[in-house]
């Protein structure tokens, strides 16, 4: 393996393959793990990271990917082993991997890949270990194919691929379709097939004749024998008078409910980007990759993928009853399935158990006994787990921690709610429009900030139209010359008076939850990638009252669970409340406190004041305004906040009868700077003049230090912009320590204090 595996992929991502890869967003990282088989062997394996947020990332979980960049700067930071693409069903391509083929000291490649490769259909590259060699073609597989004995691995989606760049020399370096490569393979697969389900019966007889550590069902035999845990070749006649199917019903209204799924698989994750709960063959305790899904619902179902594509019958799909005779230990149907009634809190009488039309049940069970209803009632004494349990902390080391993921200053984060909140009027809208442009075309507009990368940006406005909207997007992208074609992340744009998104709003009395509107943001996210959603405003986003602490605490948590699920990071812009000339703060935000309480990060807008703009020389201050960021009461020096202005862009839609519009676009502004146009020539006649006087501190002294100053660079110490000047060069030059005060008694023998030249600064 190359020592710096990331740096030969930065350097060949030029290549054609490469680079068709690296426009699209399906990218994760990854990291080496260890993992003891169940024959005691250890294995390496090669789990893959949300390159976006840290954590594990899932092949079927478009919200745990991200883009290239992403993926290889995450890399780089944490010092990761490499990244990799996921097969999705809504790419074209196929990954084809020839395991154990190649020696990575000498490079010799074995006679069967050779063969292989000299196909010369698509592109190909070296593996992470240099043992293997990976191909990507285009187009996709109907089936999968995997024999371990054949060392090959065919796959068109639920895979990611580890990508080194690593290109195998005089092989193409595009992506193209590859019949000939996996007819080849497939061929050499089924000559193997024989091995590969003897491999599959092993594997299988090797998880279910180990104890189970992974439940904590007992079940009991009469004779006291252990459960085969099999599952029957042949499943009892379940068929009820009145065409009712026990067994069925019982699958079917299981599929409904996690909860016996809960209690078989404690450690199994709920993805909600596909929707489904998942167990890692890690925590199954066989050596192999792939998970158990169990997707939620009538037409969902239940797939082992670690068996799915190694000579199962079945091809991994799995009953709920079968789930509790292969990992529940349940000795026959009738028990687990009498089992699940327990879980699903109904008698078997419920499902119509008594009243078939035979009773050829102990004639087809395997195993030949009656046990199963005693032990399921047995089991039923047992007390369920606690409804919460309280999780022992896991010691980790701080190294490893993922970072907080900023993605646009220090108030867009990737997985939580922020808030923006001002007055009408004074930009907050534009200030979004503006940092959404920013992050589009990742580059740095305003005050030199610079988003992590091109990002996907949602904005939502329920006020304003959506030709409003347009205009003011359009007027921002003129003004910073920004075209489509500048822009490598998306932009989408939902106006309210369209595209209504109530989250929750109260109905006689109580607070109702929109959920399948809920559901559908995240799947939108989800599916488009999008990692920032402005809502603007967040009083439009519900119908609770907004002085309602509880409600508003509904809605909050509402949309951080949305940015949580799908990792993106929402920004909720709010109104302020009146205050009329005090100071705007975040506590300031119009009616409860829990949507302030929400947010990760939250910021205030305020316009700038008649006092502040006689200070800058300003003559319109309502085209100025400040944003402070933090919940502090205290705000900081107005040269210290960060500024910005209105200006106006004009769209040039008119024609000879109409005017066209003038547009507000938000632009950095620094406040004045006190040393702007002052030399070192300056200073040095400030400190002659200094020298040869008294000059007094005190701004209300007639011979106030101040005006030696202004003598200097011809300022107007009545002026309130110069005089603003004069006071910010004093200040700055008695902090670095050129002038200093000392107390002394003026001519009538009062102290006062006076300033002077420090004679120990050169």
Not at 174 to 187: D, E, G, H, K
Not at 467 to 472: Q, V
Not at 728 to 736: A, H, P, Q, V
Request: one cysteine or more; hydrophobic letters at 40%.
């Amino acid at each position: 393996m190359s020592a710096n595996p990331m740096a030969r992929l930065t350097a060949n991502i030029a290549l054609p393959a490469l680079a068709e890869l690296s426009g699209r967003r399906q990218w994760v990282c990854w990291y080496y793990k260890e993992v003891v088989g169940a024959d005691g062997t250890t294995r390496r394996t090669k789990p893959p990271i949300n390159p976006r947020m840290g954590g594990g990332a899932s092949h079927s979980d478009p919200a745990t990917w991200g883009s290239y960049d992403q993926a290889r700067i995450f890399a780089i930071t944490r010092k990761l082993p490499g990244v990799g693409f996921v097969l999705s069903e809504n790419d074209d391509f196929t990954g084809i991997d020839l395991d154990k083929c190649r020696d990575p000291a000498t490079g010799e490649i074995d006679p069967w890949a050779r063969a292989i490769l000299d196909l010369a259909e698509t592109y190909d590259e070296i593996s992470p270990s240099g043992a293997g060699i990976r191909l990507i073609a285009r187009g996709k597989v109907e089936h999968a194919t995997k024999c371990d004995p054949a060392h090959v691995e065919i796959y068109g989606k639920q895979r990611y691929l580890t990508i080194t760049g690593n290109h195998l020399p005089d092989t193409p370096k595009s992506i193209a379709p590859a019949p000939q490569t996996i007819a080849a393979l497939v061929a050499r697969a089924v000559e193997f097939q024989p091995n590969a389900e003897a491999e599959a019966r092993a594997a299988h007889r090797e998880s279910t004749e180990r104890p189970k550590t992974a439940s904590v069902i007992k079940f009991v035999k009469r004779d006291g024998s252990k459960p085969g845990g099999m599952i029957p070749a042949k499943k009892p006649k379940s068929k009820l008078a009145g065409g009712r199917d026990f067994f069925r019903e019982v699958n079917d209204a299981a599929m409904c409910d996690p909860d016996w799924f809960l209690k078989i698989y404690r450690h199994a994750k709920w993805y909600p980007g596909s929707g489904d709960y998942r167990v890692s063959s890690d925590a199954l305790g066989r050596s192999l990759e792939e998970d158990l899904s169990f997707k939620i619902g009538a037409s969902g179902g239940i797939v082992d993928f670690g068996v799915a594509d190694m000579g199962d019958a079945r091809r991994g799909r799995r009953t709920p009853i079968d789930i509790v005779i292969e990992h529940g230990g349940a000795p026959t149907v009738k028990d687990a399935a009498f089992w699940l009634c327990e879980r699903l809190g109904k008698t078997p009488e419920y499902f119509g158990w008594g009243e078939r039309e035979t009773e050829a049940q102990s004639e087809s069970e395997p195993h030949g006994d009656q046990s199963g209803h005693e032990g399921a009632q047995a089991h039923s004494s047992s007390p369920k787990p606690p409804l919460i349990e309280a999780a022992p902390y896991g010691w980790p080391d701080s190294t490893t921690i993922p970072r907080r993921q900023w993605l646009y200053y220090k108030h867009f984060i990737r997985g939580y709610v922020s808030a923006t909140i001002a007055a009408g009027g004074v930009g907050k809208s534009s200030l979004t429009i503006a940092e959404t442009v920013a992050m589009i075309c990742g580059r740095a507009l305003l005050h030199d900030i610079k988003p992590v990368a091109a990002l996907n940006v949602w904005i939502w406005n329920g006020e304003d139209p959506l030709d409003e909207l347009h205009r003011r997007i359009a007027a921002t992208l003129k003004h910073y010359g920004i075209r489509r074609d500048d822009c490598r992340g998306k932009l989408f744009v939902n106006s309210g008076r369209d595209t209504q998104v109530v989250v929750a709003e109260m109905i006689r009395g109580e607070i109702k939850v929109q959920r399948p509107l809920v559901e559908a943001v995240k799947a939108t996210i989800v599916a488009n990638q999008i990692d920032v959603m402005i809502v603007d405003p967040f009083v439009s986003s519900h119908r609770v009252n907004e002085n309602d602490n509880a409600a508003i605490d509904v809605v909050s948590r509402e949309w951080a669970g949305v940015a949580n699920a799908t990792g993106c990071s929402i920004d909720l812009v709010h109104h302020a409340r009146k205050v009329g000339d005090v100071e705007v703060t975040v506590e300031a935000a119009r009616g409860a406190s829990a949507m302030i309480s929400a947010a990760r990060s939250a910021r205030a807008l305020n316009q700038m004041t008649a006092e502040e703009a006689k200070k800058a020389g300003v003559e319109n201050r309502r085209t100025y305004f400040r944003v402070t960021t933090g919940k502090a009461n205290m705000s900081p020096a107005p040269e210290a906040s960060q500024w910005f202005e209105m200006k106006s862009v004009d769209l040039e839609n008119g024609d000879h009868f109409t005017p066209s519009d003038f547009i507000g676009v938000v632009t950095d502004w620094k406040w004045p700077d006190p040393l702007d146009d002052v030399t070192v020539a300056d200073l040095e006649a400030v400190k002659n003049i200094v020298a040869s006087g008294q000059w007094r501190e005190s701004v209300q002294a007639k011979e106030w230090v101040g005006k030696a100053i202004a003598k200097v660079l011809g300022l107007d110490t009545d002026a309130p912009r110069d005089k603003e000047k004069i006071k910010g060069l004093l200040r700055i030059w008695i902090k670095n320590g050129v002038f200093h005060v000392v107390r002394r008694p003026d001519g009538n023998g009062d102290e006062r204090p006076f300033v002077e030249v420090n004679p120990d600064t050169p």
